[in-house]
């Protein structure tokens, strides 16, 4: 019974070791997913696809549980929310090499611009509208869209696990 004692233990000490390769391994399959979804959206500049990262998460993570973060990195792609969710785009808008840039009323021109909190009335007042009001720019789920890979993550995971234990036996 020892034997068995000491391969159970081995067993447990393994898989608890194991629990964060086999975290990155399934964390890969949903950051890769999320690249291929940013890819296929087409891009300006590519500073969407630059800002997506994977990270370990060593609060989040314990004895026999890691914890990986996929996401985007909003200082680099401060609009991968609007992509990722959608937004109301009310004013007119005009690509420059600078980027993406609101018209300012001929009037305004000079003045400070509103701040982030201001009215809606203010920021009306200052920025050009849109010709024929305000449009709705339907989100594309390019994060939202990678947990479809989630039985290939599981799958991933398993295996690097599976792998890990078949070398203690």
């Given at each position: 019974?020892?034997?068995?004692d ?56 314990e ?59 203010e ?47």
């Amino acid at each position: 019974m020892s034997g068995l004692d000491s391969l159970l233990d081995d067993l447990a000490e393994e898989a608890e070791s194991a629990a964060r390769p086999a975290a990155q391994a399934a964390a890969q399959v949903f950051y890769d997913r999320m690249k291929s979804n940013v890819g296929r959206l087409g891009h300006v500049k590519g500073k969407l696809a630059k800002a997506i990262y994977q990270a370990y998460s060593e609060s989040n993570s314990e004895d026999g549980l890691a914890v990986y973060h996929i996401s985007w990195r909003a200082q680099k792609a401060p609009h991968a929310g609007l992509v990722e969710y959608g937004h109301w785009q009310r004013y007119q808008v005009v690509q420059t090499e600078k980027g993406w840039r609101t018209l300012v009323r001929p009037e305004m021109r000079g003045k400070p611009k509103p701040k982030r909190r201001a009215s809606q009335a203010e920021k009306d007042a200052y920025y050009m509208p849109r010709p024929g009001g305000p449009v709705y720019v339907p989100g594309k789920a390019f994060a939202r869209g990678a947990l479809q890979e989630a039985e290939k993550a599981r799958q991933a995971a398993a295996a690097v696990l599976l792998q890990r234990i078949a070398e203690v036996t």
